[in-house]
Nanobody
Framework: QVQLTESGGGLVQTGDSLRLSCAASGSSFSNYAMGWFRQGPGKEREFVAAITSSGNITPYADSVKGRFTISRDNAKNTLYLQMNSLKAEDTAVYYC??????????????????WGQGTQVTVSS
């Protein structure tokens, strides 16, 4: 049984920073690539960033490139998303998700097979 639990969301102002965490339970976190997605009000779920199992490949959506950093600590079974210079348009529920294997799975949410419950990030302008 794989469980993913996000934390770290909250209400911040434009320009502030937040760090999201995703704690994974179950088998072999270090064997799987992971991703962060978000879903804003009235919008479809969209790709934010991903990281391979070893952490050596980290693709980002253009909208967050240079502001967000994805990382992982395989010893702690935890995925992170450092978000800097937050904008109002970053307001969304943020989800972590597990890829079906150790490789980058792309930007489609349909490919990822385990999801957390989400954590709300609200950026006030």
């Amino acid at each position: 049984q794989v469980q993913l639990t996000e934390s770290g969301g909250g209400l911040v102002q434009t320009g502030d920073s937040l760090r999201l965490s995703c704690a994974a339970s179950g088998s072999s976190f270090s064997n799987y690539a992971m991703g962060w997605f978000r879903q804003g009000p009235g919008k479809e779920r969209e790709f934010v960033a991903a990281i391979t199992s070893s952490g050596n490949i980290t693709p980002y959506a253009d909208s967050v490139k240079g502001r967000f950093t994805i990382s992982r600590d395989n010893a702690k079974n935890t995925l992170y998303l450092q978000m800097n210079s937050l904008k109002a348009e970053d307001t969304a529920v943020y989800y972590c998700a597990r890829s079906p294997n150790r490789y980058y799975a792309g930007t489609s949410p349909r490919v990822y097979n385990y999801w957390g419950q989400g954590t709300q990030v609200t950026v006030s302008s």
